[in-house]
Every structure is written in structure tokens, then in C-alpha cells.
């Protein structure tokens, strides 16, 4: 089974930068498609972005395209999530999750998640 850690997240300014990251230590890893998503307190989770196996291609939420780019690295067994111009509604957990087939899921696998909050 693939285990994934998300890390990255913590307390910004509205404008800020962050980058977030999803990894794990098998290198079977590299052969998941790979979503990210977030949950604000009291909400319900919602879609950011994937990105398939190989990385030649990426799925964002109209919302956020342009603001959030998802990215991946197979020499690290990571995927990224760089977030820019935060601003306090991007204030939630995030997730990562891996499935096999399924580029848009249902994800067979999801980290912990990690906080990310942003103040004004």
C-alpha cells in the first residue's frame, strides 16, 4: 500500500507564497495519479487540482487555476502544490490523494493532511 505525508502547511500572510508537498518512500508511488484537495472548518472537501502519473497532465478547479499548480517530481517520489496570492478563504486542510487508475478518483489512498492558514 502507498502511504502519503503531506507537509508544508503553516501560518501566512494574505499575498503569500506556499508550497505544499505530498511524498511517500515506495517508488511505486510514481505510478499514481495524484489530486489534491481541501477541507475549511465547518466545509466540505473540495477538489484543487490532480496531476497523472507521469505528470504530463494537470486538472485544476476553474476557481483556483492560475493561483494553484500542482506539480511532480519522480526522482523525489513527491508531488507539489505551489499556492500563490493566498488570502484568508485559502485557509483550510489540505490533502493529498493517490489512486492507480483514476486520475479524478475515487482515491484508494490519502494522507493526513496539513493546515494552512492565512491572515490578513
Known amino acids: 500500500q502507498v502511504q502519503l505525508v503531506e507537509s508544508g502547511g503553516g501560518v501566512v500572510q494574505a499575498g503569500d507564497s506556499l508550497r505544499l508537498s505530498c511524498s511517500a518512500s515506495e517508488r511505486t508511488f510514481n505510478t499514481y495519479h495524484v489530486g489534491w484537495y481541501r477541507q475549511a472548518p465547518g466545509k466540505e472537501r473540495t477538489f484543487i487540482a490532480a496531476?497523472?502519473?507521469?505528470?504530463?497532465?494537470?486538472y485544476y478547479t476553474q476557481s483556483l487555476k492560475g493561483r494553484f499548480t500542482v506539480s511532480r517530481d519522480s526522482a523525489k517520489n513527491a508531488v507539489y502544490l505551489q499556492m500563490t496570492s493566498l488570502g484568508p478563504e485559502d485557509t483550510a486542510d489540505y490533502f493529498c490523494a493517490a489512486d492507480r487508475h483514476n486520475v479524478a478518483g475515487p482515491y484508494d489512498y490519502w494522507g493526513q493532511g496539513t493546515r494552512v492558514t492565512v491572515s490578513s
Open positions: 496531476i497523472n502519473y507521469s505528470g504530463t497532465s494537470t
